[in-house]
């Protein structure tokens, strides 16, 4: 995975646990169904078979791949409307590219997040770039869904352009984890991402018989995804493996491992630890619209169809089929 990297060893590390902490016990963990999405690329459905009070304020969560392409292979999706939430792609291998309706664009990759906060309606796209569809390779990444409160429902649209070199890192107190903060705050380190729900986002590497604890806010839920490789979380260890999804119940602290043997195709445990502050409103989600109730979806589809999300730009970006 060749998302951001550095020497653990020169960064910040993490403080251990005070007397007074408590760890984050677990509550649950799934382990996501595959499928498919937009034009057919793999899928994971992170957030199946968990209770929407758990997972707010969050709504979706798809890992994207991990998938080795053959030339003319690489898919991605077709113009689509999105309304109510933000969409936020982070891209760990490969590249993706993204245009919207409201002048937002650009290349993720390797480490790249593009943070796209629909709001009152946007139009976007999503596509692998011509040449990786001509010369094949590896697709890696994850696309989360974050609620917006009903205040915030027809926010002004916004798009966020964060490279991988923006992240904050930070390093476990043993030296053995790598901590990548894209949004929120970890331990007084900040994240680069500007969030309207108060979230917090972070990817990190714990290598093998490795262990990572770090401060979480209280205020806020939080969810353990592992991307690949093995390990344990929570104060009693409960395993955990990729495709799984971990939530946490109340504390002040994260704590995760990675067994000593991973797999010999996995360098290390890769964990997707989220949290955020619970809106706790209503949700009546119908595809790509997330609203309060059924009347503003029906009121978001007529202004879809009245062309109120903006146009598709001159010389748009296109779905590349064969």
Known sequence: MPAITADTLTLPRIAAATASDTERPVRSITTGPRGYEGEGFPVVRAFAGV??????????????????????????????????FETVTYMLDGRFAHQDSHGGGGLITDGATQWMTAGSGILH?????????????????????????????????RYQAIEGNQVKLLSSEDGGALLRIIAGDVAGAQGPGATHTPITLAHATIEPGARLNLPWNREFNALVYVLSGRGAVGPVAHPIRQGQLAVLGPGDRISVSAEPNQDSHRDALEVLLLGGKPIREPVFQYGPFVMNNKSEIVAALEDYNNGKFGAIPPNALMPHRV
């Not at 009070?53 to 898919?75: I, R």
């Not at 596509?127 to 590896?138: C, I, Y």
Request: aromatic share 8%.
């Open 51 to 84: 209770s929407s009070a758990d997972l707010d304020p969050f709504v979706h969560l798809d890992q994207m791949g991990e998938v080795e392409y053959e030339p003319g292979e690489p898919k991605g999706t077709d113009w689509h409307p999105h309304r109510g």
């Open 125 to 157: 796209i999503e596509t692998p770039p011509a040449e990786l569809v001509e010369s094949g390779g590896t697709f890696h990444g994850v696309q989360l869904w974050v609620n917006l409160p009903r205040k915030d429902k027809f926010a002004t649209p």
